[in-house]
């Protein structure tokens, strides 16, 4: 890449994405909160089962927890589930009644559930989830601007780190009504985060061997790749999600790695190999738990996510502090 391309992308890294993720934050979060349906109950997207139910309809059909959601109007959950321009539940006018298809103890029956203003307890379940995680990235990576130099390779890549995780976090906050496209951006920053966490972690903590040039290009075209292919249906949707999770098994390899070969870095490279592990070792053990089926409440996969606060707040520290000890120079 010519010299003066080179810096013009750099230029929208450091003064542009900042601004442009704060956008995202802002519009997803908004969205969240005030146009996301309130309707009454929270339902587990890949299995469709039933967690809460926050209000009860002033007529004879109840729904209960553990009921599985079949189809909602005229759209199935299951054709829902793997499409994601597919909406299930429209934020719709109080008093407005949907027919909703269930399945209780083996047999299916069809209810008719009422729009009614939120309950307190739904919203402050609403509040009590994770929305202000992606603000946390985001002020980590407007810290690293303003208070880690030098700027080199390493630099760089913690701003994308920090402000794509935050983006693909906003985007889990609209998830399950596939609102404002936020699956089809979550599916390009999930797999745009594959190469760069990996690249991330080859020269961080410190330099390794040159990552060679045409294997780093190969990784991102494989992301747009199958950034393409999932937004076509041609890999199951959420596919994203394991291709990340490969990227940071991957990078604790990367990383475990070094501790073994270079044992003058271990008192740098051991507590974020640590912290990774007891970070995304839950995320891990939910995600495999929910695709294979099996009935996990929201809270227990929200839960799941609380560690991610740490992991800022771990590549800062050890960026800003242990510089003397192991962050040398990248190229």
Not at 110 to 128: C, D, F, G, M, V
Not at 221 to 241: K, S
């Amino acid at each position: 890449m010519p010299d003066s391309q080179h810096n013009w992308f750099l230029w929208l890294i450091e003064k542009v994405l900042p601004w442009l993720t704060l956008g995202f934050l802002v519009l997803y979060i908004g969205i969240y909160f005030f146009y996301a349906p309130y309707v009454g109950f929270t339902f587990n997207t890949y299995t469709g089962n039933v967690d809460l139910v926050y209000v009860t309809p002033p007529n004879e059909n109840l729904l209960q927890v553990g009921d599985k959601i079949i189809q909602v109007g005229d759209t199935l959950r299951e054709t829902y589930a793997q499409q994601s321009n597919r909406i299930l539940f429209e934020k719709l006018p109080v008093g407005t009644t949907i027919p909703i298809i269930l399945e209780r103890d083996g047999e299916r029956f069809e209810i008719s559930w009422l729009y009614q203003k939120p309950s307190a307890t739904e919203i402050i379940e609403r509040i009590n989830n994770f929305w202000w995680l992606p603000i946390i990235f985001w002020v980590a990576g407007l810290s690293i601007i303003f208070l880690v130099r030098p700027k080199n390779t390493r630099w760089y890549l913690l701003l994308l780190f920090n402000f794509l995780t935050a983006i693909w976090l906003a985007t889990g906050l609209l998830g399950q009504w596939h609102l404002m496209g936020s699956i089809f951006v979550q599916t390009f920053i999930l797999w745009l985060c594959v190469p760069i966490y990996f690249h991330l972690h080859w020269v961080f903590p410190y330099e390794r061997k040159a990552f060679p040039a045409y294997f780093l290009r190969l990784l991102y075209i494989m992301a747009v790749i199958c950034t393409v292919a999932e937004w076509l249906q041609w890999i199951p949707m959420n596919t994203g999600q394991i291709g990340l999770l490969f990227a940071i098994l991957m990078s604790l390899i990367v990383l475990f790695v070094g501790i073994i070969r270079n044992p003058d870095q271990r008192t740098v490279t051991f507590p974020i190999v640590l912290g990774l592990s007891i970070i995304f070792l839950p995320i891990f053990l939910v995600l495999m738990i929910r695709a294979s089926g099996i009935f996990l409440p929201n809270y227990v996969a929200g839960g799941s996510l609380l560690g991610l606060a740490a992991l800022p707040g771990i590549y800062f520290y050890t960026t800003r502090f242990f510089s003397s000890q192991g962050l040398k120079e990248a190229v």
